[in-house]
RNA sequence: UGACCUAUGGUGUAACUGGCAACACGUCUGAUUUUGGUUCAGAAGAGUCUAGGUUCGAGCCCUAGUAGGUCAACCA
């Protein structure tokens, strides 16, 4: 998984129980339950279990975890399988809980008959009186001694839909005396009358987490069975019901999930940002998701980099997202097209260069690839460039232009400010430039050397276009540490809107798939939005920026 | 007040299972550069939560603390 790093502690494990000759290959598993989109956690949890079963030889299966029918949809299925697919993972079997339905329901019958679980008519509320707290022990059910007989007819009487929901529970038979509450006779089957996304009417009771997941996963013959670390407590009853049913011994690893700064992790809360419209959708470009990152312009590659950068351990980390950006970076800056767009334009007119002509000049599209080509950029009279790039009191370090300074254009001429032309308030409407024609890119025999090198767009063939520039999501770095409702730390400005950018011709050409990088702006990606009339692009990340960090010095 | 999990530079992970703490990101220098990007060279930054103990030797083992986290949903 890590080249120069050791392996981590499930590396170790699963190498181990292949030498000993335990396992003489391995199955994984990825379980989402389809009830909301999968995010960068998930996506850490993929490449960890898929990355593993590729590994060491051995294969992944993706289960649905689908035993709560009044929360989850066929929606969900779609965009995780999609998710997974585009992350660049292949399952071996496509499974459902839901498959095995009636293979629990033969199950608990076994337990019934083995005396270790009961039909229990206690009220929710009564339940959790029974459970006691994790420093008293709880109270037996006044329904816990039920015979077998009755128990068996009570449950397929639950089964039948005799009841309402909530009338009666199956619990299993442990202790309540338990130190790990998880053992106090926990619930195996609720009934709901609800209507399920595969199974339909079929069911009325419907099995837990803890009475599904462990035989799901010996069923399938799983042997690492991994999970995050709030299902420590669930392992005992994970084995417990292995052990009584007598089932494949599928071993439940536990490892810390994945926590970034500004963000929230929890599908919770990015539903309440959803359903409160506090962003745009699930795929909004600021999200998490993998939809959002992929919106915005995140690459496969990138994602699987930061995953393995980040590592596995059993400890709370909270990851900067500056790690994230690095691999985003490191990714784009190999493959993406090298485009100039100018966001904030001011307007330069070249006073010694002829009015109404066009000369097409040579930009390479990458030049970290040396197959890459290059397209043709019109230069002309008029330009903009970047308001930013401009100061008429600049400070010593700053190798822009300014009044009597000169600068290269990117791809063309050097040119040099000879006058700054203002309205009546005194703004600054555009800038009188002259260009020293022996400068041109390629045949430069002016012997001039600049400093600095700005990116242009010439006037009359402009391309307005849409930019959206994003910034975090929250303030706060560790948003579930902050004080109050989490939505009181969303940052008000994550979401800037450029309605009128200017980009060099060539951009009409954009599709969607491909990446590409403002020069000296970042990286941005086409969004959906577009029409034929109006491209909009998101700003994937900018780039690294020397200046703005001097700059503030 | 119980049980369980965790504790290594700013962040995240390593350390051949007891042999003088490494890698990445970040930070700071400098070089190169027609992107203040990339690339390259280098530096600073922890003595491994604390206190004991075992040992020739402990980040790794033991004990006791401390701190953080988890557990009392008919959620997963």
Known sequence: MSDNKGPNFLEEIVANDLKTGKY???VTRFPPEPNGYLHI???KSICLNFGLSQEFGGYTNLRFDDTNPTTEDTEYVQSIKNDIRWLGFNWQHELYASDYFQQLYDWAVVLIRKGLAYVDDSTSEEIAAQKGTPTRSGTN????DRSVEENLRLFQEMKEGKYRDGEKVLRAKIDMAHQNMHMRDPLMYRIKHA???????????YPMYDFAHGQSDAIENVTHSICTLEFIPHRDLYYWFIEQLGIFPSQQYEFARLNLSYTVMSKRKLLQLVNGRYVSGWDDPRMPTISALRRRGYT?????DFCERIGVARRENLIDVGLLEFSVRDHLNKVAQRRMVVLDPLKVVLTNYPEGEVEMLPGEDNPEDANSGSRDIPFSRELYIEQEDFMENAPKKFFRLAPGQMVRLK?????????VVKD???NITELHC????????GSDTSGINVKGTLHWVSAAQALPIEVRLYDRLFMHEDVADAEGDFKEHLNPDSLQVIETAYAEPALKEATLEERYQFLRKGYFTLDPDSTADKLVFNRTVGLRDMWAKESKK
């Not at 496969?300 to 699987?304: G, K, L, Q």
């Not at 260009?435 to 041109?440: A, K, T």
Request: with cysteine; charged share 25%; aromatic share 8%.
């Open 24 to 26: 003489k290959s391995i």
């Open 41 to 43: 956690g998930h996506a």
């Open 141 to 144: 059910s006044p329904f816990r």
């Open 195 to 205: 209507h399920h996304h595969r199974t339909g009417d079929t069911w009325c009771v």
């Open 300 to 304: 496969p590659e990138s994602i699987r």
């Open 411 to 419: 791809h063309a001429y050097i040119i040099k400010c000879e006058e």
């Open 424 to 426: 009546a308030q005194g």
């Open 434 to 441: 002259t260009y020293v024609p022996e400068s041109r890119s």
